[in-house]
Structures are given as C-alpha cells and as structure tokens.
C-alpha cells in the first residue's frame, strides 16, 4: 500500500450508473480516487459531479494495453466498473496485473470469471498481486454464505444459490449490456457444479420460496460466477444457480435495439431491494438458508467492491485469483456492510 492510512484506488468505468456508487463510497471513506478512462472531459465532469474535483485523471482506451499499464502503475488496487466484461474486459484486468496492482471488478458473467482464474489467475500469482472478479451484490454474498453455511453442514453440500430483486427486471443499460454480450450463456443457465466438474446442460430444480413470500416461485437454472467460486473453498457435491423463471425468460429475451432503448439509470420509482438467498443442504439431510438482504442492487454492488478494494490493498490476501472467502474472512466483510443497511441471517431452512 503506498499509504497505510490512504490506499491508491483507481476506477476504471466511473461514468456508469454503479461507477458513481463507487465513486461516492470513496469519498465517504476520505479516499481521492485516480479516474480511468478514453475522455478526458466526461472523467473530469464525472469527478466533479461526484464531488472529486481533486481525483488524479489519466487517460487510457480500454484496448490501449500500454496506456492502461500505464495508468494503473502506482495504485495499490484497480477497480474495474464495466458492461459487458467478456467484450471489454479482460485488456483492463490484463493492465492492472501487469502494473503490478490488486484489481476487482463487477462482473456477472461466469464466462468472465472462468477465464479469470484459468488464464490470469497465474499470472497474477507471479505478479504478486490478488485478483477478485464478480464482486456484485449477487456473487460475493453468495460465495460468502455458502462459506459459512458449510462450516456448520456436513459434507458434502449441495447448494442452491438465487438472487431475488424486487424489480422485477427494471434495471439499467449496463446491466442489458451485460446480459446481451453472453445471452446465449444465459439463456442456456450456464455451468452448474455436479460430481467434481462444471457442467452445462438443463437441471430440474425445484421451485423455491423467497424470502417473505407465501407460497413458491417457478425457478430456472441461471448462470451465476459464484457458481465457479463456491466449490473452490467448500465440499460441495453440487452447486446450482436459480432465478424466477419469469424473470430469466424475460431477461434473455433482450435485442440490441431493445437494450439501446433502455435508460443508462433505473426509473426512480424501481424498488431496487434484492435477497441473495444460499439453501444448503448437508450429508445429514439438514438445510440451513443464508439470506443477504439489500436496498440497492446497484449501489451495494459499488459499496462491496469498494470494501473489497480496501481489503486488498491492505495486502494480507495471497497472491493469484481467488474467491472472496479465499481472500476475505467472510463473517467480517458481511458484518462490514450493516451501517448501510445490508443484513444477513443464516437459520435453519423449513420448508424453503
């Protein structure tokens, strides 16, 4: 860390609609952000709309990797706030790696987050830095709670992890964008995790009841990167990712002109509320449910990324890619995120 008291952050990504949580969240923190971008006059417009006059600009496309290393070299950690990762993402990953700083980033894409840890995974080890991809308000509670439910679970585990907004699919262009760069992974529900391998395919689950709700909903198989994460730090025998199957076939029915359609910010009167559900169920045929429940799926995403940040930049994870149970003590980054709102229960499951 370049100062114990203030690390280096830079952001890559700041004129996003979760780019200006992050933004905001550092200047809570007392932290002056360097900016990362290709135009010099939206970076500082950005900064002073988020009330960072001061923020260090520099200027980098996102596939100038030489202009990238350079803009990175001197912070402590890279933050990376992207649409669409599996098309932008991976010169930004690859430049902060190189610059010899930690990074994290938002992606929701599993395809992503394979190639993060089977690629540059190594690289970052030898590098000595700490990468953590798909910090969101979905994949860094899940993989969290699934860490800690197996603690109290007989192995093996199986897993069924859901992430449930109330809605109802009222979200951004970047999150459009997101989806639509890998809509037939999507579409298809991805990789779950059975009989130590990650599989396609279709699954069968079981409908689920959320979190306040009478009676259960219809779920379908859905691409979720903690997925991938959750096997590598538990003895799971299974880990599938669901989501209401309303929700799914909505969102992977997107076009171009549909996603260029939508507004860059949800509607101020969307209900932005979600719950990361994790039911687990162990050897003995015990479940338990951890819930994390949050009031801004965008917001918290920015702020969990921002803790995640200044974890790393204290340098006490070990070098390479990692889950975030791999590179955070989960009960206490869980336990961090309460002033804002964001609460988590773990209890016995009946019924779910």
């Known amino acids: ?15 996003g609609h979760t780019g200006g949580y992050i933004l905001a969240d550092l200047r809570r923190r007392g932290l002056t952000p360097i900016l990362v971008g290709r135009n010099a006059e ?8 988020a009330g960072l006059p001061d923020a260090e600009l520099r200027i980098a496309a996102a596939d100038d990797r030489a202009a990238l290393v350079a803009a990175f070299t001197g912070a402590d950690v890279v933050i990376s706030s992207l ?8 010169e930004i990953l690859a430049a902060a790696i190189e610059a010899g700083a930690h990074y994290v980033d ?26 953590v991809s798909a910090v969101t308000d979905s994949n860094l509670p899940a993989d969290l709670l699934a860490h800690l439910v197996a ?17 109802g699919g009222d979200g951004s262009r970047g999150s459009a964008k997101t989806v639509l760069a890998s809509l037939d992974w999507f579409r298809d529900g991805g990789w779950h995790y059975a009989d130590g391998e990650f599989r396609t395919g279709p699954v069968d689950p079981a409908p689920m009841r959320y979190p306040g709700d009478a009676e259960p909903t219809a779920v379908a198989k859905f691409a979720f990167p903690a997925v991938l994460t959750i096997p590598r730090h538990t003895a799971a025998a299974t880990v599938t990712g669901v989501v209401d199957g309303v929700f799914r ?5 997107l076009t171009p002109e ?3 359609s939508l507004p ?18 162990g050897a003995d045929g015990r479940g338990l449910r951890g819930v994390l429940s949050g009031l801004d799926s965008y917001r918290d995403s920015g702020l969990i990324a921002v803790e995640a940040a200044v974890r790393l930049a204290a340098g006490t994870a070990k070098a390479g890619a990692l889950a975030p149970a791999e590179a955070f003590d989960a009960e206490d980054f869980l336990n961090s995120l309460a002033p804002h709102g964001i609460t988590w229960t773990i209890t016995n499951r009946v019924g779910a």
């Open 83 to 90: 649409p669409g990762y599996v098309d932008i993402g991976e």
């Open 1 to 15: 860390m370049t100062n114990n008291e203030f690390p280096s952050i830079a952001v890559y990504g700041v004129s």
């Open 264 to 281: 860059e910010k949800p509607s101020a009167a969307s209900d932005l509320r979600f719950d990361m559900v994790v039911d687990a169920t």
């Open 258 to 260: 549909l996603v260029a």
């Open 42 to 49: 939206r970076l500082r417009a950005t900064a002073e709309a």
């Open 151 to 167: 603690q109290r679970l007989p192995d093996p585990i199986d897993f069924v992890i859901s992430h449930r907004s109330r809605s």
């Open 106 to 131: 938002i992606s929701g894409e599993q395809l992503f987050t394979r190639r993060v840890f089977d690629e540059y995974g190594p690289r970052a080890e030898k590098a000595g830095v700490t990468v």
């Open 249 to 253: 076939e909505n969102i992977t029915g």
